[in-house]
């Protein structure tokens, strides 16, 4: 997905927000929109918005050095999504299709993101799992019987993580997947946001079912021309490929690759890109429209 | 009010707004864009968003000449606002206090405001006047007895405008003030997003009670620097200012005269500043927290 105008207020209040929880003062802030602001008109729309993400994170970085701004958020998160997991496999437990439930898990981590502008609240729409609230969110787009047929035709499966806590719904639904197929979590090489690092997705226990990787990039989305080329051989040679959140669509939704995308749309501009409702759960296969003209 | 780095990211996105309305395509939005963001580093934070956004809308004059982007989208508001004027006079002849339902019924009327980036909605909120729903609307400052007191010594009456619509729930507040009072309808000089013009104050009838001028800006506020002569002469020997919305309060609230700033909360930073709800209705008097210390 190419940027759109809107993204780039957004981005700079993303800037702003990233910059504010550094210690410092607003002078220091406006030094940083400043900079942001004079690299906007070399800025191209046809780069996606995680690449426009990773050259404000430049920017931070020149600043901060490569200091984790988001480390105790993403700690935070890590902890309070670890004392869901009991609840949250039960839920799985007492359900009639267990894949489903778990998918449906996975994408309602799926809001614990901070480079989001939304206004989702993340603790209660986490608590919606576990009632009657969560099945009434819409589903505009949610491929389940094609995702569950190419899953169990599949050997090997590359899951891109997304945020950090949401890597413990991503472990629900990995847990489900049948012990005969091998599985590699792929998570962000620095950090960016609140994206899942390898730490993060150790202190989870994703190593438990699956072999933790990094894809080599500091963006927040799998752009393959920052992909490690260890990672990118594992891309190619992947029966499927499970991308969860906005950024990893947003970075390879263009991609032919067998790939699922599952988030929750909490952006208007990524909502209409993939044709769904502000707010949707979302299971979609990339290039969904060129599958629809055909079977249409 | 000074501006607040929150606010950059809205402005840019205003700026985005106002070029799609004119009919262009995205390179040419782009550029504007683009050229928005090579002014941020010379904008300073001492000046009043609504000199920013006179700024950036210098950048539309330069590309679109002075053309009047929100004309159609004023005409419809004048229309609408009229067509709701017997009901709003109707509200008013059935009140216990007159002067209170017409103060609300004037700051009902701000929610006609495309410079706020707020979810409220036009038509709902508007509806509320007519129901219970309008008297749940918080009222963190309201300073409504003062306001009659000063309402009642005042001779000379200076009425700030905001909004196009707008100023028809500005008329029906007019219309409750004793008949032997001047009082001076003040619009914006020149077009700018939806505020109003003199043409726009003539077609709601503001001219039967009032008399009508321009104040010489071209912001959407009233900044004193950018003000006529003959309109700073009238400031200074008002007794008494009706300041209508969120421009002319960022862009006066720091002043000593005797302004009373009637509007409806709609930006989260204006909120902050005039320590109220987001949404609040708000008649709050110029320097209220200096007035607050010393009654305290």
């Given at each position: 997905m190419r940027t759109y105008l809107d993204c780039i207020p957004c981005l700079m209040k993303g800037a702003l927000e990233m910059a504010r929880l550094v210690d410092g003062n607003e002078i220091m802030?406006?030094?940083?929109?400043?900079?942001?602001?004079?690299?906007?008109?070399?800025?191209?729309?046809?780069?996606?918005?995680?690449?426009?993400?990773?050259?404000?994170?430049?920017?931070?970085?020149r600043r901060?050095?490569?200091?984790?701004?988001?480390?105790?958020?993403?700690?935070?998160?890590?902890?309070?999504?670890?004392?869901?997991?009991?609840?949250?496999?039960?839920?799985?437990?007492?359900?009639?299709?267990?894949?489903l439930t778990a998918v449906?898990?996975?994408?309602?981590?799926?809001?614990?993101?901070?480079?989001?502008?939304?206004?989702?609240?993340?603790?209660?729409?986490?608590?919606?799992?576990?009632?009657?609230?969560?099945?009434?969110?819409?589903?505009?787009?949610?491929?389940?019987?094609?995702?569950?047929?190419?899953?169990?035709?599949a050997k090997r499966i590359l899951y891109l993580a997304d945020n950090a806590g949401e890597v413990v719904f991503d472990r629900v639904l990995i847990e489900e997947i049948p012990e005969d197929k091998a599985i590699i979590f792929a998570v962000r090489d620095k950090p960016v946001i609140n994206d899942a690092l390898i730490e993060d997705a150790k202190e989870c226990g994703l190593d438990k079912r699956s072999k933790i990787m990094s894809s080599g990039v500091d963006a927040p989305g799998t752009v393959l021309k920052y992909c490690s080329k260890e990672f990118l051989e594992i891309y190619k040679k992947s029966d499927l490929i499970i991308s969860k959140g906005q950024g990893n669509y947003e970075a390879l939704s263009q991609e032919k690759e067998n790939i699922y995308?599952?988030?929750?749309?909490?952006?208007?501009?990524?909502?209409?890109?993939a044709e769904v409702g502000l707010g949707d759960i979302v299971l979609i296969k990339a290039n969904h429209n060129e599958c629809k003209s055909i079977i249409q």
């Open positions: 802030h406006k030094e940083i929109m400043d900079e942001v602001a004079r690299m906007l008109p070399d800025f191209s729309l046809g780069c996606s918005p995680p690449e426009m993400a990773r050259m404000i994170h430049k920017v931070m970085e901060f050095g490569d200091k984790d701004i988001y480390k105790s958020i993403k700690k935070e998160s890590n902890h309070k999504a670890l004392a869901l997991y009991p609840r949250l496999k039960e839920k799985v437990q007492s359900s009639n299709d267990r894949l449906e898990i996975a994408i309602a981590g799926n809001v614990i993101d901070y480079a989001a502008k939304n206004t989702l609240n993340i603790e209660d729409e986490i608590e919606k799992i576990f009632t009657n609230d969560f099945a009434n969110i819409n589903k505009t787009i949610f491929d389940y019987e094609h995702f569950k047929d190419d899953l169990i035709k995308f599952l988030f929750r749309a909490k952006c208007p501009v990524i909502a209409k890109h």
